[in-house]
């Protein structure tokens, strides 16, 4: 096993996000231009780079490719500082692209391909992208995306054909792999997930993006021997960051999985002696579920960092995955817009629940809505601090990027607190936020209850419209494979969180559901639910 992210490592972490600068170590120095690829290629070119269902790139193979896609962009007229959307699932296109855009200049916004033609193409329109490159396999959404986004003149389909797209292949294939002589860092603009409105662009300033992914947090060995299995969507920031540059840039194996399972998860590890993974809470439990048989016959014992994020993990199910694999768990509290903290299985498990203490001195506060600092315990709005050189903004929104910091200060909307000893505790998201009868209930705290019963598979509480009290508690829950919804378990649930909870936070109704709206990471689409019982009560 090694070691957790230390002390020393993670107040580098922070210098280098506060204030980025080329390094002098020459391969930290070719990360900055975008060319860390090629720097492991001239090391290491027969290493393996990237494996997945599509196909292998070594280093080498990964490094030309992504010349090559340079070569055939700035051929059909792309330049430095022009956007690029890439609508592509897990396949070795999406990393030469990526790679490509990373040392030309080019502005990467990635698409989340689970959206329809029609939301993916305000995204294509929305970052003004001149080209955009798809998977064949989601041609209908590129090609309707495509088709609102006048600006995008260059199409490239990968691995098959789409109607008014250029073949990828012909195209980059016919260009010179050497490496080009003039790189330029590029950028990346990611879109929120857009669970409380339409989904913004963030744009982070390059060198802090690049900076970022040179600093080894998670202990990789640097030698070649490591691999990542990535576990999500590229499109996402998580995997994108933790899954791809970081490990690529200190010379692991990444394995790209095509669409995740439990089980599958499993089988991947043993076959290809996984030392890192990103998930996500929802995956722990998904795994956790498995019968004792199955999860028996995988050898996993070449784990060394499980990273997990995105959304709350109720504190059982984390204590369960560390029993099980032992203390190599790491989360973070995170979004696309910023870092606020890490913490490591041997402290979390000395305060379950915590996020983690900050990584740099003051890099997160609890205030109220302007921004004035509260008490160590109290619940609050929590800050992140971003000064002014490497703060996020919001494309072609200011407003809604002023409205989001205070000072050197910005916030998601998420709620928690901080302990005596500094330590963050998250309760939900003001979204989230229940109030009945004039009192705060914080749903997140209820959905951890329910999923330590053992008929509950998944749950979210939400607050329903009640013309007495404002709003009531609900919860809506998906039973575990093979029992029953009744009425009767939804009054034991009740009960169950009766038992454990003061009675003001305890849900008065319980529906069962099939599924719970969900995005692809995972995530409770939790404004789904509640519009849809919004407008039920308003019929």
Known sequence: MSESPSAATLAAAAEAIAAPAPPADPRMAAAMTGMGVSWRAQQMPEQMAIISANGNRTYAALNARANQVVRALRARGMGVGDSL???????????????????????????????????????????????????????????????????????????????????????????????????????????????????????RPAAQTAATATINLFGYADDGTDVELCTGPLYHAAPLSFSLAIPLNFGATVVLMDGWSAEETLRLVQEHKVTHMHMVPTMFHRMLALPDDVRAKYDLSSLKHILH???????????????????????YYAATEGVGSFVDSATWLSKPGTVGKPFGPDQVRIGDEDGNPLPANDIGLVYIKAPEATRFEYFKDKDKTASSFRGEY??????????????????????????????????????????????????????????????????VVEVKAGLTPSPELAAELIAFCRERLSSYKCPKSVDFIDALPRQDNGKIYKRVLRDRYREEAAR
């Open 85 to 203: 959307a890439l609508i592509c699932t897990n396949r070795p296109e999406f990393v030469e692209t990526w790679a490509a855009c990373a040392r030309a200049g080019f502005r990467l916004t990635p698409v989340n391909w689970h959206l329809t033609a029609e939301e993916a193409g305000y995204i294509v329109d929305d970052c003004e992208a001149k080209a955009v490159v798809a998977d064949a396999r989601l041609g209908d959404q590129a090609r309707g995306a495509a088709e609102m986004a006048p600006r995008a003149t260059v199409r490239l389909a990968a691995g098959g054909a789409i109607p008014g797209f250029e073949s990828y292949d012909d195209a980059v294939g016919v260009e010179s792999g050497e490496d080009i002589d003039d790189p330029t860092l590029g950028s990346s603009m990611l879109y929120t997930s857009g669970t409380t409105g339409r989904p913004k662009g963030v744009h």
């Open 410 to 475: 910005f916030t998601l909307g998420d709620v928690g607190y901080l302990d005596e000893d500094g330590y963050l505790f998250l309760t939900d998201r003001t979204a989230n936020l229940i109030i009945s009868g004039g009192v705060n209930i914080y749903p997140a705290e209820v959905d951890a209850v329910l999923l330590t019963h053992p008929a509950v598979g998944d749950a979210a509480t939400i607050g329903i419209p009640n013309p007495e009290w404002g709003e009531e508690v609900k919860a």
């Open 309 to 331: 994020g995105a959304a709350p993990c109720p504190v059982p199910v984390k204590q369960a995955l560390i029993e099980w694999l032992g203390p190599i768990v790491v989360e």
